[in-house]
């Protein structure tokens, strides 16, 4: 009787059981997702803040040389300031994101919000010194926003897609970029002050820019959470065979088994008798007296199972049923030590952070400025005043459409081969303009070229420098990068503007172009090692 009460009671094992390793597998129906809700916001941002940023970038080499009567010294030197100045301050910004426990976007909103209110300050800067200071705080700005708004991108990605996730950012951000320019170019057309309009409307479009990362945009610790929702999405919970939910057939107070128990009456089957105790100290097992499976700690025989006591567990504990146990509580993570400038400049002793970081300065010192290559094109096709605004359209439109194929190249064929190919790029179009070939062609091969170097470098850099800083400073570790890199390219637009005004563009050209292929023959054999850092997004 008791057999056979027990057979009618006892719970099946469900059918649709998944195994550990059918779990794992992702769900049928679902994709994987690729990119993380925080890089799509933050790419939102960079849009907007992009068309506010590109409006006085295309007319500002103009408003200067042409508007203001400024020499090519004194623009290089506001040029090196306006890309530059933010190296000083990438660092401190850095170091604030990643000491403030997640106030990554809190530090970049304060870098948005001084870029935006410098734009209509131009407005009243007549003069070489006004103008720098109002472009040094833009910049300042800038360098506040930049680290922690690419620390968020790399947490809230995987390692796998981290390129794609920058690849896809700079495309959004690169949209702005050319929109940027030809709202410009209308502005001048259909207004008599058209510098003092650009300047407002920029304004304007800067401010909707910050509104949108306040609202939108979460902040450090929810982008790692959005980073694990990424990861986990088309792909079941592993959990342990046995039971439907993965459960303990003791912390259910029920046999999992699917044999019966019995009373004081014989084993059914070959098992022995009653009275006889398995190895396990409990009683018989039942049919062909198999071990416990460990997946549902249940016996493998068909039969029933007996034991002096009465109805037991067959799950080699001897324990009858009974209330569920209280849970053991987890042991409470220890704090992580809290991020100082001295550990964000101790990153510079990783051999492979170091070598990212000598080569992108290597670099930057032969990287001549966007606002010198569209003067250099201005002057070598004859494009007329009106027409300069739409320059950059031509960089922004190549670096939009080869910014994500590009990303996805370096994650598969390597960064590194990437990002010294760009300067390849760069190297190519410094060719075209020194070479005597002329025309519309000639024009949009540079653009070409141009866009493609900022493609393959901009986002490609920053997942490199990724992969060799730990979480808990990324923002400093990305910040070290960028700082060396602004600084050389600082330097690069005082020297070549003061060689433009000694010997003339075409030599200070040559003399960039050289200074470029033997840094990327030097990039070449820094190449950095393997990361010796886990490169995660999450920790």
Same mark, same amino acid.
């Given at each position: 009787?008791?057999?056979?009460?027990?057979?009618?009671?006892?719970?099946?094992?469900?059918?649709?059981?998944?195994?550990?390793?059918?779990?794992?597998?992702?769900?049928?129906?679902?994709?994987?997702?690729?990119?993380?809700?925080?890089?799509?916001?933050?790419?939102?941002?960079?849009?907007?803040?992009?068309?506010?940023?590109?409006?006085?970038?295309?007319?500002?080499?103009?408003?200067?040389?042409?508007?203001?009567? &400024?020499?090519?010294?004194?623009?290089?030197?506001?040029?090196?300031?306006?890309?530059?100045?933010?190296?000083?301050?990438?660092?401190?910004?850095?170091?604030?994101?990643?000491?403030?426990?997640?106030?990554?976007?809190?530090?970049?909103?304060?870098?948005?919000?001084?870029? @935006?209110?410098?734009?209509?300050?131009?407005?009243?800067?007549?003069?070489?010194?006004?103008?720098?200071?109002?472009?040094?705080?833009?910049?300042?700005?800038?360098?506040?926003?930049?680290?922690?708004?690419? =620390?968020?991108?790399? &947490?809230?990605?995987?390692?796998?897609?981290?390129?794609? @996730?920058?690849? /896809?950012?700079?495309?959004?951000?690169?949209?702005?970029?050319?929109?940027?320019?030809?709202?410009?170019?209308?502005?001048?057309?259909?207004?008599?002050?058209?510098?003092?309009?650009?300047?407002?409307? %920029?304004?304007?479009?800067?401010?909707?820019?910050?509104?949108?990362?306040?609202?939108?945009?979460?902040?450090? #610790?929810?982008?790692?959470?959005? =980073?694990?929702?990424?990861?986990?999405?088309?792909?079941?919970?592993?959990?342990?065979?046995?039971?439907?939910?993965?459960?303990?057939?003791?912390?259910? !107070?029920?046999?999992?088994?699917?044999?019966?128990?019995? !009373?004081?009456?014989?084993?059914?089957?070959?098992?022995? @008798?009653?009275?006889?105790? %398995?190895?396990?100290?409990?009683?018989?097992?039942?049919?062909?007296?198999?071990?416990?499976?460990?997946?549902?700690?249940?016996?493998?025989?068909?039969?029933?199972?007996?034991?002096?006591?009465?109805?037991?567990?067959?799950?080699?504990? !001897? =324990?009858?049923?009974?209330?569920?146990?209280?849970?053991?509580?987890?042991?409470?993570? +220890?704090?992580?030590?809290?991020?100082?400038?001295? #550990?964000?400049?101790?990153?510079?002793?990783?051999?492979?952070?170091?070598?990212?970081?000598?080569?992108?300065?290597?670099? !930057?010192?032969?990287?001549?400025?966007? %606002?010198?290559?569209?003067?250099?094109?201005?002057?070598?096709?004859? /494009?007329?005043?009106?027409?300069?605004?739409?320059?950059?359209?031509?960089?922004?439109?190549?670096?939009?459409?080869?910014?994500?194929? $590009?990303?996805?190249?370096?994650?598969?064929?390597?960064?590194?081969?990437?990002?010294?190919?760009?300067?390849?790029? $760069?190297? $190519?179009?410094?060719?075209?303009?020194?070479?005597?070939?002329?025309?519309?062609?000639? @024009?949009?091969?540079?653009?070409? $070229?141009?866009?493609?170097?900022?493609?393959?470098?901009?986002?490609?850099?920053?997942?490199?420098?990724?992969?060799?800083?730990p979480s808990e400073l990324r923002s400093s570790g990305l910040a070290l990068v960028q700082t060396g890199q602004a600084l050389a390219r600082f330097v690069c637009s005082l020297g070549f503007g003061a060689a433009w005004t000694a010997w003339g563009d075409r030599t200070a050209l040559t003399a960039s172009a050289v200074l470029l292929a033997l840094?990327?023959? &030097?990039?070449?054999?820094? +190449?950095?090692?393997?990361?010796?850092?886990?490169?995660?997004?999450?920790?």
């Amino acid at each position: 009787m008791y057999v056979a009460d027990s057979r009618a009671v006892a719970p099946e094992a469900p059918a649709t059981t998944p195994s550990a390793d059918s779990a794992a597998r992702p769900r049928a129906g679902r994709r994987r997702a690729a990119v993380a809700p925080t890089v799509l916001a933050l790419g939102t941002v960079s849009l907007i803040t992009d068309v506010s940023s590109e409006m006085v970038t295309a007319v500002l080499p103009l408003y200067l040389v042409a508007g203001l009567g &400024l020499s090519p010294l004194g623009f290089g030197l506001l040029d090196g300031i306006y890309n530059g100045f933010s190296a000083l301050v990438r660092l401190v910004g850095g170091h604030l994101a990643d000491r403030g426990g997640g106030r990554h976007k809190w530090v970049a909103g304060a870098g948005y919000a001084l870029s @935006a209110a410098c734009k209509p300050l131009l407005l009243v800067a007549q003069t070489l010194t006004p103008i720098g200071l109002v472009l040094a705080a833009d910049r300042t700005g800038k360098g506040l926003r930049t680290a922690p708004r690419d =620390a968020l991108i790399s &947490l809230s990605s995987t390692p796998e897609n981290r390129g794609r @996730a920058f690849g /896809v950012h700079r495309a959004m951000d690169t949209a702005g970029a050319l929109l940027g320019p030809l709202v410009a170019f209308l502005i001048l057309r259909a207004t008599v002050d058209g510098y003092d309009a650009v300047f407002m409307v %920029s304004f304007c479009v800067a401010v909707v820019g910050v509104l949108v990362l306040v609202l939108f945009v979460p902040g450090g #610790a929810a982008a790692q959470a959005g =980073a694990a929702r990424v990861s986990d999405t088309g792909a079941g919970a592993v959990r342990p065979s046995g039971t439907g939910a993965g459960v303990r057939p003791s912390d259910t !107070g029920a046999c999992a088994g699917s044999g019966a128990m019995s !009373g004081p009456a014989s084993d059914s089957g070959s098992g022995p @008798a009653y009275g006889s105790r %398995s190895e396990s100290g409990v009683g018989s097992k039942s049919g062909s007296g198999a071990e416990p499976d460990p997946g549902t700690g249940t016996g493998a025989g068909a039969g029933a199972s007996s034991g002096p006591a009465g109805l037991e567990c067959a799950t080699g504990t !001897g =324990a009858p049923a009974g209330p569920a146990p209280a849970p053991r509580p987890r042991p409470r993570p +220890r704090p992580r030590p809290r991020p100082t400038l001295r #550990a964000a400049l101790a990153l510079l002793h990783r051999p492979e952070l170091r070598r990212i970081a000598a080569c992108a300065l290597l670099l !930057g010192l032969a990287t001549v400025s966007d %606002s010198f290559v569209f003067l250099l094109l201005q002057r070598r096709l004859g /494009v007329p005043d009106r027409w300069f605004a739409l320059l950059p359209l031509g960089t922004a439109a190549a670096f939009l459409l080869l910014a994500v194929p $590009l990303g996805r190249l370096a994650d598969r064929a390597g960064r590194w081969r990437v990002f010294v190919g760009g300067h390849g790029a $760069l190297l $190519l179009a410094y060719a075209l303009l020194l070479s005597s070939w002329q025309g519309k062609a000639a @024009a949009c091969a540079v653009l070409l $070229l141009h866009g493609g170097f900022y493609a393959a470098t901009d986002g490609v850099l920053m997942a490199a420098a990724s992969d060799s800083v730990p979480s808990e400073l990324r923002s400093s570790g990305l910040a070290l990068v960028q700082t060396g890199q602004a600084l050389a390219r600082f330097v690069c637009s005082l020297g070549f503007g003061a060689a433009w005004t000694a010997w003339g563009d075409r030599t200070a050209l040559t003399a960039s172009a050289v200074l470029l292929a033997l840094c990327a023959v &030097l990039a070449l054999g820094l +190449r950095p090692i393997r990361p010796s850092v886990p490169s995660e997004g999450l920790v």
